[in-house]
């Protein structure tokens, strides 16, 4: 049923909030590196949960949010990576608006 309602609507690109980076092959450094199923129980779960707008939040916001360690960052780099190049270009201006 939800695979008929994203395509009926075209949502196929805006779906992709719902990813969760840390458990999808297509997010690599979430397979391989233990930090980020840290982040999960930490509660950064769903891409749109992490984002405010077309921007992934930035690394001091999800800090504060989400008590990250400062030595974070490069996995914060990563992840913005990610939502930059498979995400945030094809999500329509309207995916994420809070």
Same mark, same amino acid.
């Given at each position: 049923?939800?695979?008929?309602?994203?395509? !009926?609507? @075209?949502?196929?690109?805006? @779906?992709?909030?719902?990813?969760? /980076?840390?458990?999808? *092959?297509?997010?690599? /450094?979430?397979?391989?590196? !233990?930090? #980020? %199923?840290?982040?999960?129980? !930490?509660?950064?779960? %769903?891409?749109?949960?992490?984002?405010?707008?077309? *921007?992934? !939040? @930035? #690394?001091? &916001?999800?800090?504060?949010? #989400?008590?990250?360690?400062?030595?974070?960052?490069?996995?914060?780099?990563?992840?913005?990576?990610?939502?930059? @190049?498979?995400? &945030? &270009?094809?999500?329509?201006?309207?995916?994420?608006?809070?």
């Amino acid at each position: 049923m939800w695979y008929e309602v994203v395509r !009926k609507y @075209s949502l196929t690109d805006d @779906s992709k909030l719902l990813i969760w /980076p840390f458990q999808t *092959h297509k997010f690599k /450094p979430g397979e391989l590196d !233990k930090t #980020f %199923a840290r982040w999960r129980d !930490k509660g950064m779960t %769903a891409m749109c949960t992490l984002v405010e707008g077309q *921007h992934l !939040k @930035s #690394f001091e &916001k999800l800090q504060r949010e #989400f008590d990250l360690d400062n030595g974070d960052l490069f996995r914060y780099f990563q992840l913005r990576n990610f939502y930059d @190049s498979e995400i &945030k &270009k094809r999500i329509s201006t309207e995916g994420n608006q809070r």
